[in-house]
């Protein structure tokens, strides 16, 4: 049984616990970073700005020595910044200089973002299983955004260690991925259990790493790797709880701090609802969701 072994509980986060949608393609991304350059002294055109950060994120990952290398989002804005710097860009306080790579980063991720929010019952099944084992964050992200995001869902301060993919260079299923996770937790590796909604980044990964683990099969994530099988699959994260012989989570009242989301699916006519920190957020089929674009319901 489950509840015997594991010590401590490890996460992927989009698609595990944050249903995320991002359209990193759109024009409006590359004319938005291209006119905040002007204000820096760079004059470059939106698709400039596509075409040098799209080739640069290439070469970092054809140049690095990881089997499964990860990207530097503030590296390659840094890039462009300083290999079209003029007079006046140089001219800027130094704070300034020192920033804007960053500040384009996260232009870039939040220009991009048309979702976020939790899947139903997440933070009340934190809550449980924050009182009885510590929990961790393993992430694939970039370090510019994968907090901040965390922050704004309302999960930041469930996980200590939040091991993300942008700090370190290389991505899952590498299993130093999961190492830095056990390793800091102070568990052995057998006794983590890993949640994820990959197959290949998440199942596979953890398992060789030597984590049990639960598929969470979200919209999102490869669904068959080879011949992998998780150690447990689930649909709702309520699930979680009797895996681990917790008890079963008491209804409380919509737009409580600590759940909430069984009186949410009753209001919703029976609908999964979305949960953006304390507010319950409806979500819509697409017939009665009409002419309201996909992806505006829970984004800011």
Known sequence: MLSSVIEAVAFDVNGTLVHIRTDEGMDEIFRAIGHVLTYSGIDLHRGEVRELYTRYLKEQQRDS?????????????????????????????????????????????GASRRRLALYPYVRAVLDALHTRFPLAVVSDGQSAYARAELHQVGLLDYFDPIVVSGDHGFRKPDARMFELATTTLGVEPGQVLYVGNDMYRDVYGARAAGLPTVLFESDQGTRVYRDVQPDHTITDHRELLTLLGLPPLRPTRVGSDRGGDEQAVAACGGRHPLVVGQQVIEVLTDEERGSQVDGVQGAK
Do not use: C, N, W
């Open 65 to 109: 020595a990881e089997e499964h290398p990860e990207f530097d989002a503030v590296a390659i804005f840094r890039r462009i910044v300083d290999e079209h710097a003029t007079g006046y860009t140089r001219s800027m306080p130094a704070v300034k200089q020192e920033q804007l790579p960053l500040f384009l980063a996260e232009l870039y991720r």
